[in-house]
T-cell receptor
Framework: EPEVTQTPSHQVTQMGQEVILRCVPISNHLYFYWYRQILGQKVEFLVSFYNNEISEKSEIFDDQFSVERPDGSNFTLKIRSTKLEDSAMYFC??????????????FGPGTRLTVT | GQQLNQSPQSMFIQEGEDVSMNCTSSSIFNTWLWYKQDPGEGPVLLIALYKAGELTSNGRLTAQFGITRKDSFLNISASIPSDVGIYFCAGQLRETGNQFYFGTGTSLTVIP
């Protein structure tokens, strides 16, 4: 069964450094998402991406964040200058389209980002 | 952002018991999804609901889309130890296209 994959599984970085988190969505999916989950808290929406552009973003997704689909398979989240409070689990998700059962989002296993 | 409140926050039950949890909001939602998350892993989709009043089952799990469109319910029958985890609801607002809001989660512990 196809699945969303994410790399790396764990990333440790120093405050102020740039990080890039990578995701490979399910191949026939068209909508892509990034979420974060601070330890012990709920999943929070960051951004959605469709047709090579951002379609929605939350207030968390400020100028330090950017997303890109550099080729036909990868979907990346870049944090330009990490802060301690960026430490969280980052999940990528994808879905097929925008109608009926295709609203179902499938999540990757996550990347644990630790900022020291 | 939207607030989806889940209750109870945590549950400790005996194996074999039935479980009920709910998710409520002050806003009207178009779609409700229920996910289960195991420690250190991503949420796994359990059930999706698309119409008010809809009742959908997936094995021992049954979920309902509330008539008011502001709530949803998840029931698990005859719980087993592998049901342990955190259950999240997620809703998509009627007014917006892509964003899903997640609930605060219900932590389930099943005692063998």
């Amino acid at each position: 069964e196809p699945e969303v994959t994410q790399t790396p599984s764990h990333q440790v970085t120093q405050m102020g450094q740039e990080v890039i988190l990578r995701c490979v969505p399910i191949s026939n999916h068209l909508y892509f998402y990034w979420y974060r989950q601070i330890l012990g808290q709920k999943v929070e929406f960051l951004v959605s991406f469709y047709n090579n552009e951002i379609s929605e973003k939350s207030e968390i997704f400020d100028d330090q964040f950017s997303v890109e689909r550099p080729d036909g398979s990868n979907f990346t989240l870049k944090i330009r200058s990490t802060k301690l409070e960026d430490s969280a689990m980052y999940f990528c998700a994808s879905r097929v389209s925008g109608q009926g059962a295709d609203y179902e989002q499938y999540f990757g296993p996550g990347t644990r980002l630790t900022v020291t | 952002g939207q607030q989806l409140n889940q209750s109870p926050q945590s549950m400790f039950i005996q194996e074999g018991e039935d479980v009920s949890m709910n998710c409520t909001s002050s806003s009207i939602f178009n779609t409700w999804l229920w996910y289960k998350q195991d420690p250190g892993e991503g949420p796994v989709l359990l059930i999706a609901l698309y119409k008010a009043g809809e009742l959908t089952s997936n094995g021992r799990l049954t979920a309902q889309f509330g008539i008011t469109r502001k709530d949803s319910f998840l029931n698990i029958s005859a719980s087993i130890p592998s049901d342990v985890g955190i259950y999240f609801c997620a809703g998509q607002l009627r007014e917006t296209g892509n964003q899903f809001y997640f609930g605060t989660g219900t932590s389930l512990t099943v005692i063998p």
